[in-house]
């Protein structure tokens, strides 16, 4: 019990010791967080002006950009400022804000995915029925649904967490308050219980991902069955940007978490770490964007430009 004490500050793990990659950092993670911010905002932005997208999949979109901004907020500032004032410090209060947030966003996140990959079953599979099943209350309802289970799951994760006695000291392996990291300084005592949310956790995810496949094998059923190749072209081209998204949200989670752990921290647990909680919230405006017509025509629209 001598080693138990009461934490009032973490520290986190650095990208390097000079000065001068300090600066790089910084500059680097300026460009990153900016590109997300202008490439999420836009999409926000147009599908809220634009009338011609005020349907269920550009709803359930725009719910997606408004998520991927905070989570590439609740992580990037922070480490840019540590960056700027040559510290590694982040207090108690500030690390459990970072999880609670970080673990609210991304679950919200895999779950409006989830739905989205139902809006796409029900337009390509039951397209008659698409305007009743997916009617304005009903979209309204689901993405309420995905907000409030993210909450919940946040709460009972970060509340477990942080329940826990930290005795094995205060540095946190990551850039970031990451839970696999923080239960490293945690008491043995009260680890199972951490152990447990983890498995709930695991099972939630492959979940939403049995959902997501079997939803897709479907999918490609129905466009299979398609006589013509126009509409089999076009009936592809709205699941591919969502296919994208999830198998980049899956990849770089998978790659980050299932790769063999070691013992001191390594470049690789960095790399890794940047891939699944910056990569995402980057790449999805562009992979949404780039062979949309719908809004690449709303944004010529709203910016005047032909």
């Known amino acids: 019990m001598s080693n138990r004490t009461t934490m009032s500050e973490f520290l986190l793990l650095g990208f390097s010791e000079v000065q001068e990659l300090h600066i790089l950092h910084f500059v680097g993670f300026l460009l990153i967080y900016l ?19 005020h349907n269920p999949m550009y709803f359930f ?19 840019m400022a540590n960056s700027l004032m040559n510290t ?15 673990l609210f966003l991304v679950g919200t996140d895999f779950s409006l995915l989830t739905i989205m990959a139902y809006d796409r079953y029900v337009a390509i599979c039951q397209p008659l029925h698409y305007e009743t099943i997916m009617n304005r209350k009903a979209c309204v309802q689901m993405a309420a649904g995905t907000w409030i289970s993210g ?20 540095i946190v392996d990551q850039f970031f308050c990451e839970i696999p990291k923080l239960l490293k300084l945690a008491c043995s005592d009260s680890y199972l219980s951490e152990v447990g949310v983890l498995a709930f956790s695991v099972c939630l995810v492959l979940g939403c991902f049995v959902f997501i496949i079997v939803s897709y094998v479907q999918i490609f059923k129905s466009v299979l069955r398609i006589p013509s190749e126009q509409g089999r072209h076009k009936a ?4 591919l940007p969502h296919l994208t998204v999830v198998s980049l949200f899956l ?56």
């Open 35 to 53: 590109a997300a911010l202008v490439g999420n905002l836009l999409i926000i932005m147009v599908i809220g002006f634009d009338y011609h997208l």
């Open 61 to 79: 979109l725009m719910n997606l950009s408004i998520l991927d901004l905070g989570s590439i907020s609740v992580i990037v500032p922070k480490s």
């Open 88 to 102: 590694r410090s982040i207090s108690y209060v500030g690390c459990v804000g970072q999880v609670f947030f970080l």
């Open 151 to 170: 909450i919940l799951y946040s709460v009972l994760h970060t509340g477990n967490t942080f329940s826990l006695t930290f005795c094995g000291g205060n």
């Open 236 to 239: 592809f081209s709205t699941c």
């Open 251 to 306: 990849c770089t989670g998978a790659f980050a978490y299932l790769k063999p752990t070691s013992s001191s921290p390594s470049a690789l647990d960095l790399v890794a770490a940047v891939l699944y909680s910056v990569l995402p919230p980057i790449m999805n405006p562009i992979i949404y964007s780039m062979r949309n017509k719908e809004i690449k025509a709303a944004l010529r629209r709203l910016t005047g430009c032909r």
